[in-house]
Each structure stands twice: as C-alpha cells, then as structure tokens.
C-alpha cells in the first residue's frame, strides 16, 4: 500500500490520490484509524459508477471530506 503525502490528482477522476496499491479491506482499515485521530467517522457508503463512495461526518455532526474507494484500480481517492 502506497499513502501520498503532498497532492496528486488522478487522471481519470481528478479527485486526489490519497492511497494505491490497496484492497477494500485495507482502505477501510487505513481510513478509520486516520480519522479516529481527528475526531471524524464514516457515517455512510454507497456504490456509484464503480466507485465506493465514503461520507464522513466529525463530532459536531458536520460533514466532512468525502473518499472514493476504485475496485477496479485499487486507489482510495479524496474529495
């Protein structure tokens, strides 16, 4: 699994690359455990266009960044 750590935006989607070289599995444990430090979880998911979609919501019940998980390529994406 590959984390960048300064902005890389993807050629397909233009959102920015935040993992690659990850499964499911692996991005979701990487997300909860970087989240949890900000106070932040995931409160929902859904699957559109080949793209697991992941909302997330801080502690103020306010939402915050949205991440895209790609099956296909293996990339976790953020807004």
């Known amino acids: 699994m590959r984390v960048f750590t300064t902005e890389c ?7 920015a690359m935040v993992l690659s070289e990850c499964s499911y599995n692996m991005a979701c444990d ?3 455990r970087t989240l949890k430090k900000y106070g ?5 998911t859904r699957t559109r266009n080949n793209l697991t979609e992941f909302w997330t919501m801080d ?3 306010l939402e915050c960044r949205r991440f895209y998980y790609d099956e296909n390529r293996g ?3 953020g807004e």
């Open 9 to 15: 935006k993807d050629s397909v989607t233009g959102y």
């Open 30 to 32: 990487w997300l909860e």
């Open 40 to 44: 932040v979880w995931v409160y929902q």
């Open 59 to 61: 502690k103020h019940m």
């Open 75 to 77: 990339v976790l994406l």
